[in-house]
T-cell receptor, first 112, second 118 residues
Framework: GENVEQHPSTLSVQEGDSAVIKCTYSDSASNYFPWYKQELGKRPQLIID?????GEKKDQRIAVTLNKTAKHFSLHITETQPEDSAVYFC???????????FGPGTSLSVIP | GAVVSQHPSRVICKSGTSVKIECRSLDFQATTMFWYRQFPKQSLMLMATSNEGSKATYEQGVEKDKFLINHASLTLSTLTVTSAHPEDSSFYIC??????????????FGPGTRLTVT
C-alpha cells in the first residue's frame, strides 16, 4: 500500500520568512496530493491540493510542487505569519482503493 | 457547502461500555466515508473505509468486531467502539467523499470526537 513520509517533523521560522515542507510517496499510481492544516483539537483543513498531471500550483502565499518521477511533493509558504502556526499534513490518494494516506505531519511555529 | 458533522464532540465512558459516534454529511451525498483515529501529536491513521449499503473495509490491525461501522445511508455513517478500554481513548475523525462522477477525490472532515475511557 501507499506510504507517505514527511520532513521535517518540526519547523520554526521567523515571521515573514518562508517555510518548506517536503514529502515523498511510494505508490507511483497515486494521483492526488492534498495538504492539510490542523490546529490543536480541530479538524484538518484542506489548504491546497495538486493532481498528478500538474507540476505546480499556487494560491496566494501557498504553493505546492510535484515531481512524479521522483515521487516528491513539497509545500511552500511565503511571508509566514503567526497564524500559520499549526501542524501540516501531506497526503496521497491511492487510486486503487480511493483512500487518502497521511504523512506523519510537520509542526510549524512562526515566531513573531 | 460540503459540511460534515460529528456527534458527540466529546464523550467519556467507563471501561467495558460501548460508544457510538455519528458522522453526517449535511449538504451532499457521501458514497464513501472514512474513519480515522488520531493519538496526541500523531498523524491521522485510517481505520476503515465505508461505502453506503456495504460492509466496511478495515485497515490492517484494526479489529472489525471492536470498531463496528455502519453506513446505512448516503449521509450517515456510525462508528461504535465496543467494550471500550482506556487504550481506545483517542480523537476519532470521520471524513466524507462526495459521490461526484469525475470528482478529484477531495474529502471533507468532520470536527472529530474526543473519546476518553476511564
Amino acid at each position: 500500500g501507499e506510504n507517505v513520509e514527511q520532513h521535517p517533523s518540526t519547523l520554526s521560522v521567523q515571521e515573514g520568512d518562508s517555510a518548506v515542507i517536503k514529502c515523498t510517496y511510494s505508490d507511483s499510481a497515486s494521483n492526488y496530493f492534498p495538504w492539510y492544516k490542523q490546529e490543536l483539537g480541530k479538524r484538518p483543513q484542506l489548504i491546497i491540493d495538486i493532481r498528478s498531471n500538474v507540476g505546480e500550483k499556487k494560491d496566494q502565499r501557498i504553493a505546492v510542487t510535484l515531481n512524479k518521477t521522483a515521487k516528491h511533493f513539497s509545500l511552500h509558504i511565503t511571508e509566514t505569519q503567526p497564524e500559520d502556526s499549526a501542524v501540516y499534513f501531506c497526503a496521497a490518494k491511492e487510486t486503487s482503493y480511493d483512500k487518502v494516506i497521511f504523512g506523519p505531519g510537520t509542526s510549524l511555529s512562526v515566531i513573531p | 457547502g460540503a459540511v460534515v458533522s460529528q456527534h458527540p464532540s466529546r464523550v467519556i465512558c467507563k471501561s467495558g461500555t460501548s460508544v457510538k459516534i455519528e458522522c453526517r454529511s449535511l449538504d451532499f451525498q457521501a458514497t464513501t466515508m472514512f474513519w480515522y483515529r488520531q493519538f496526541p501529536k500523531q498523524s491521522l491513521m485510517l481505520m476503515a473505509t465505508s461505502n453506503e449499503g456495504s460492509k466496511a473495509t478495515y485497515e490492517q490491525g484494526v479489529e472489525k468486531d471492536k470498531f463496528l461501522i455502519n453506513h446505512a445511508s448516503l449521509t450517515l455513517s456510525t462508528l461504535t467502539v465496543t467494550s471500550a478500554h482506556p487504550e481506545d481513548s483517542s480523537f476519532y475523525i470521520c471524513s466524507a467523499k462526495p459521490g461526484l462522477a469525475g470528482g478529484r477525490g477531495e474529502q471533507y472532515f468532520g470536527p472529530g470526537t474526543r473519546l476518553t475511557v476511564t
